[in-house]
């Protein structure tokens, strides 16, 4: 994969990240990925695959509204 764009950015908006531990949303071998919670929020269905559909149905939607207060609040799982 080669760059086909770049954007130079204020360094004041680049934030020091540093990794606390790996996102369970990584996949690995021997365990199940879990489903990205906005991938539940309605009316993004179009964007998603068979099996992540199939989740979304076994998981319930969710309104961006749901998904943006869990963020607010600091859920681990969004």
């Known amino acids: 994969m080669a760059v ?9 908006y680049i934030h020091c990240m540093q990794k606390v531990k790996p996102s369970r949303y990584v996949p690995r071998e021997g365990a199940e990925t879990p ?9 993004i269905e179009d ?3 068979p099996a992540e559909l199939a989740a979304v149905e076994k998981a319930g939607k969710i309104t961006e509204e749901q998904w943006i207060g869990r963020i607010v ?5 969004v």
């Open 35 to 43: 489903l990205c919670e906005w991938k539940r929020i309605e009316g």
């Open 47 to 49: 964007a998603l695959r």
């Open 73 to 77: 609040a600091g859920d681990d799982n």
């Open 4 to 12: 086909s764009a770049a954007w130079m950015n204020c360094p004041r």
